[in-house]
T-cell receptor, first 112, second 108 residues
Framework: DAGITQSPRHKVTETGTPVTLRCHQT?????MYWYRQDPGHGLRLIHY???????DKGEVSDGYSVSRSKTEDFLLTLESATSSQTSVYFC???????????FGSGTRLTVV | AQRVTQPEKLLSVFKGAPVELKCNYS??????LFWYVQYSRQRLQLLLR??SRESIKGFTADLNKGETSFHLKKPFAQEEDSAMYYC??????????FGTGTRLQVFP
């Protein structure tokens, strides 16, 4: 196993509801990342973390928040889901920043 | 701002034909560049990075700083090469910026 799991794998939610996606790792890696994948846009960085309680914004952070209270978990929250947030969300972990990404299997989120 | 451009959304070739997936970048410093691949129903995985100058699965990529390009090449495409390919760049080594991706289809 790659040492990284995302949950849920699929989710359908209604506009305006809060949604939390979870990324869990067993590698004790320092870095964790959330990306969204959309046709024509590729992968865009939402937020990332370089340690417990240390997070930073990516290029498409509006409407998203994150938390990392322990090394193994990195949570992505959509405060009030919108249809434009329908996407596939990927988590990645790394022990060496940009040089060692391991990706999760993705979460397919549909906002109706 | 740093940017990675992959001008082709889809590239279709026949088995045995040469393949070149284009990647151009804009960045004022000395970037580190990578290629990632996503096979159907699988996770994204690292294919190669320019600092290692490796050849993985027959693919190579050369960093051309003059043309700000990092094109991915393979002399003879195989059907199992069909996948989504992403070029990526890092400017400060803690995160990657990805391009929009190119889908490679290799027909038998």
């Amino acid at each position: 196993d790659a040492g990284i799991t995302q949950s849920p794998r699929h989710k359908v939610t209604e506009t305006g509801t809060p949604v939390t996606l979870r990324c869990h790792q067993t590698e004790n890696h320092r870095y964790m990342y959330w990306y969204r994948q959309d046709p024509g846009h590729g992968l865009r960085l939402i937020h990332y973390s370089y340690g417990v309680k240390d997070t930073d914004k990516g290029e498409v952070s509006d409407g998203y928040s994150v938390s990392r209270s322990k090394t193994e978990d990195f949570l992505l929250t959509l405060e009030s889901a919108t249809s434009s947030q329908t996407s596939v969300y990927f988590c990645a972990i790394s022990g060496e920043g940009a040089y060692g990404y391991t990706f999760g299997s993705g979460t397919r989120l549909t906002v109706v | 701002a740093q940017r990675v451009t992959q001008p082709e959304k889809l590239l279709s070739v026949f088995k045995g034909a040469p393949v070149e997936l284009k990647c151009n970048y804009s960045y004022s410093g000395s970037p580190e560049l990578f290629w990632y691949v996503q096979y159907s129903r699988q996770r994204l995985q690292l294919l190669l990075r320019h600092i290692s100058r490796e050849s993985i699965k027959g693919f190579t990529a050369d960093l051309n700083k003059g043309e700000t390009s990092f094109h991915l090449k393979k002399p003879f495409a195989q059907e199992e090469d069909s996948a989504m390919y992403y070029c990526a760049l890092t400017k400060n080594t803690d995160k990657l910026i990805f391009g929009t991706g190119t889908r490679l289809q290799v027909f038998p």
